[in-house]
């Protein structure tokens, strides 16, 4: 078993303790259930537990044991929730795992590198030193980032026509 990052903590939102999180995980349902507890990184900050989680507006937000303010959910931004996780399973990484990464179309044709990743509140960004020059940003949701192979070193990404032409 390992542990894999499944949020990472936002903001505070409200007055009561509740944070927002962005999810690196296909199953924040299951996840993320009363009383369920994470392991953090920074490791001083947890164990983190569950006591509500509900959506809003698209954003998922949880409060936790011990955490009753905004200013307690304020010292908890930018503290990543781990996971243990079985290794047979081949879709989980870090960002920074990505950095450097070569990136193809999905015709196989060569895009460029990973210079970055964003992170954004709905989601994150990948940010693409293209191979002929400039820069390209690339949201890093399914749709548009079918696969990401770390063995090989590779990103396959399936843009719509034109984002790649977008500077800025």
């Not at 399973?89 to 990973?114: H, N, P, Q």
């Not at 940003?137 to 070193?153: I, K, R, T």
């Amino acid at each position: 078993m390992s542990e894999v990052m499944v949020a990472r903590i936002g903001k505070a939102h409200g007055l009561k303790g509740e944070v927002t999180v962005q999810l690196h995980t296909d199953s924040p349902k299951e996840r993320f259930i009363e009383g369920a507890s994470f392991a953090t990184e920074p490791a001083g900050r947890g164990p983190l537990t569950i006591r509500a989680a509900r959506m809003h507006n698209a954003i998922q937000l949880l409060a936790f044991d011990g955490v009753s303010d905004r200013t307690a959910a304020e010292g908890l931004r930018g503290v990543r929730l781990l996971a243990e996780t079985d290794d047979s399973e081949d879709d989980a990484w870090y960002a920074e795992d990505l950095i450097g990464m070569s990136v193809v179309d999905t015709a196989g044709a060569e895009v460029g590198r990973i210079a970055e990743v964003v992170s954004r509140p709905a989601q994150d960004l990948l940010t693409i030193t293209k191979s002929g020059g400039g820069t390209a940003y690339v949201p890093f949701v399914d749709e548009m980032v079918p696969e990401v192979d770390l063995d090989s070193g590779r990103v396959v990404i399936d843009p719509p026509p034109g984002l790649l032409d977008l500077e800025g």
